[in-house]
């Protein structure tokens, strides 16, 4: 790439990168990892699509930025999705999804049923794997790393990989879901497990703080009460917050004043209010609008402390309806708000 023929103010030129830019991997300070994995989503798929629409719709974003100026120039780099990670989730959904309708109808957990459920936690520990080697290879050159799934489960190798290179950190997690099941329906890595796992197995995670969460069954409300690193801001007491006269300033302030100085921020978009994601996965009504996230964002960065790496998840587009790319902008324009927010506590 010449950066003297980039011109940031011309149409997009369509070149199977995020927001269509031309850094290479050596030029940038940030590399975007594309992880198209959707196993385990136990309501609605299609967010193993959502790198590809996400790039298709960055296409469309000008690049100067309210927030950052011309960020970009500090480069973000796109790493080549792996095609077969996309062949391996469409083959081992197949199999979830025969897993999840046997356990609807009470079927026990024997025979090929569990000789399934084994296949797929195989292969989600080998992913979990992989993206722990590449992102750790990643991070060792200097670069900062965002993540864009997938399901919620893909991340969790990348903030295994966090902990050894940072040490003690803590997670900002936004999602209309606690994710704190243990192996939720049979499947270790269940996207409805990460925040458990990540407890139990990322090193150096001090902090779980948690906005926007909604959705929560006993035994996760028991382990909130019960895990003092767990600090969750329940969507419903955050509303009833705003509708008293609180502002969303002094509310902001609080979930950030629980997290340490390194930070690691885990945003599903399902987190969003449901007109921001109509088509992913697990749609829950309330959330945060997209204002009040990149609010929340602006005075997680204010604050001095550092983000050290991101992911997004669970952006899937509409599947009934490929014309309709309003997912996929919400996805793009939340993950450069990402980039931007985690290249601005990273100055040069």
Same mark, same amino acid.
């Given at each position: 790439?010449?950066?003297?023929?980039?011109?940031?103010?011309?149409?997009?030129?369509?070149?199977?990168?995020?927001?269509?830019?031309?850094? !290479?991997? #050596?030029?940038?300070?940030?590399?975007?990892?594309?992880?198209?994995?959707?196993?385990?989503?136990?309501?609605?798929?299609?967010?193993?699509?959502?790198?590809?629409?996400?790039? #298709?719709?960055?296409? $469309?974003?000008?690049?100067?930025?309210?927030?950052?100026?011309?960020?970009?120039?500090?480069?973000?780099?796109?790493?080549?999705?792996?095609?077969?990670?996309? #062949?391996?989730?469409?083959?081992?959904?197949?199999? @979830?999804?025969?897993?999840?309708?046997?356990?609807?109808?009470?079927?026990?957990?024997?025979?090929?049923?569990?000789? %399934?459920?084994? %296949?797929?936690?195989?292969?989600?520990? *080998?992913?979990?794997?992989? =993206?722990?080697?590449? !992102?750790?290879? $990643?991070?060792?050159?200097?670069?900062?790393?965002?993540?864009?799934?997938?399901?919620?489960?893909?991340?969790?190798?990348?903030?295994?990989?966090?902990?050894?290179?940072?040490?003690? &950190?803590?997670?900002?997690?936004?999602?209309?879901?606690?994710?704190?099941?243990?192996?939720?329906?049979? &499947?270790?890595?269940?996207?409805?497990?990460?925040?458990?796992?990540?407890?139990?197995?990322?090193?150096?995670?001090?902090?779980?703080?948690?906005?926007?969460?909604?959705?929560?069954?006993?035994? #996760?409300?028991?382990?909130?009460?019960?895990? +003092?690193? =767990?600090?969750?801001?329940?969507? @419903?007491?955050?509303?009833?917050?705003?509708?008293?006269?609180?502002?969303?300033?002094?509310?902001?302030?609080?979930?950030?004043?629980?997290?340490?100085?390194?930070?690691?921020?885990?945003?599903?978009?399902?987190?969003?209010?449901?007109?921001?994601?109509?088509?992913?996965?697990?749609?829950?009504?309330?959330?945060?609008? &997209?204002?009040? *996230?990149?609010?929340?964002?602006?005075?997680?960065?204010?604050?001095?402390?550092?983000?050290?790496? &991101?992911?997004?998840?669970?952006?899937?587009?509409?599947?009934? +309806?490929?014309?309709?790319?309003?997912?996929?902008?919400?996805?793009?324009?939340?993950?450069?708000?990402?980039?931007?927010?985690?290249?601005?506590?990273?100055?040069?």
């Amino acid at each position: 790439m010449s950066e003297n023929t980039f011109d940031p103010n011309d149409v997009s030129v369509s070149n199977g990168c995020y927001y269509a830019l031309p850094y !290479s991997h #050596e030029e940038s300070d940030l590399v975007l990892i594309s992880v198209p994995w959707d196993v385990t989503a136990s309501y609605g798929g299609g967010a193993s699509s959502g790198p590809d629409a996400i790039i #298709e719709a960055s296409e $469309q974003i000008d690049l100067y930025d309210y927030h950052f100026g011309d960020m970009y120039r500090r480069g973000i780099a796109t790493l080549p999705i792996d095609d077969t990670v996309l #062949e391996e989730s469409r083959t081992h959904r197949h199999d @979830a999804e025969k897993v999840m309708s046997h356990l609807s109808e009470g079927g026990a957990v024997k025979g090929e049923t569990a000789r %399934r459920i084994s %296949r797929i936690n195989a292969a989600s520990a *080998a992913l979990n794997d992989n =993206i722990y080697r590449l !992102s750790s290879e $990643q991070m060792s050159q200097g670069k900062l790393v965002g993540l864009v799934g997938g399901d919620h489960s893909t991340p969790l190798g990348y903030m295994r990989a966090v902990g050894e290179h940072h040490g003690s &950190f803590g997670i900002l997690h936004i999602d209309a879901h606690a994710d704190l099941r243990k192996a939720y329906e049979g &499947f270790t890595y269940s996207h409805a497990s990460i925040m458990y796992n990540a407890l139990n197995e990322v090193k150096g995670l001090e902090r779980l703080t948690q906005v926007a969460v909604r959705d929560f069954c006993d035994t #996760e409300a028991s382990l909130i009460r019960n895990d +003092d690193r =767990i600090c969750t801001f329940f969507d @419903a007491d955050m509303a009833a917050g705003r509708l008293s006269g609180r502002t969303w300033q002094d509310i902001c302030r609080e979930i950030v004043s629980t997290l340490p100085q390194k930070v690691y921020v885990s945003f599903d978009i399902d987190g969003l209010t449901p007109d921001h994601c109509p088509s992913t996965g697990t749609p829950v009504p309330g959330g945060i609008t &997209f204002n009040e *996230a990149v609010f929340l964002l602006s005075e997680l960065a204010s604050s001095g402390r550092t983000i050290v790496g &991101f992911d997004l998840c669970e952006v899937a587009p509409d599947q009934s +309806d490929e014309d309709n790319h309003w997912d996929a902008n919400v996805g793009a324009r939340m993950l450069y708000k990402l980039c931007g927010f985690t290249l601005k506590t990273n100055p040069r």
